[in-house]
């Protein structure tokens, strides 16, 4: 049951840098009008990725100094998210695993 868990915990993680990842991808196609936001499922689309990054990147936008137009922070949240892939995820599981002992 443990493994279930944290292996949905990481699916939501990965879900969520691959949400990043399309919503700073979509965001330079914007910029550069290769993607008109005038239609209406493009908009929908563009403001339902911003509702679902926002909570995540703008705590690094707070962080982060103003670089002139530069967004850096899907490039930081994206590196603590992989970090608490790699790193914070399996640790908990094995620490979560020991506290367990036999009932897990």
Do not use: A, C, K, Q
């Given at each position: 049951m443990i493994g279930f868990i944290f292996f949905v915990l990481n699916g939501l993680l990965s879900f969520a840098v691959w949400v990043i990842i399309i919503s700073a991808i979509l965001s330079w196609l914007v910029a550069f009008n290769v993607i008109?936001?005038?239609?209406?499922?493009?908009?929908?689309?563009?403001?339902?990725?911003?509702?679902?990054?926002?909570?995540?990147?703008?705590?690094?936008?707070?962080?982060?100094?103003?670089?002139?137009?530069?967004?850096?922070?899907?490039i930081l949240a994206i590196l603590v998210i992989k970090g608490m892939q790699f790193y914070l995820l399996p640790l908990a599981e094995n620490g979560l695993r020991g506290l367990l002992g036999g009932m897990a």
């Open positions: 008109n936001t005038r239609n209406p499922g493009v908009y929908r689309f563009m403001d339902m990725l911003d509702r679902m990054t926002y909570p995540i990147l703008e705590p690094f936008r707070r962080m982060l100094p103003n670089l002139g137009g530069v967004d850096i922070s899907p």
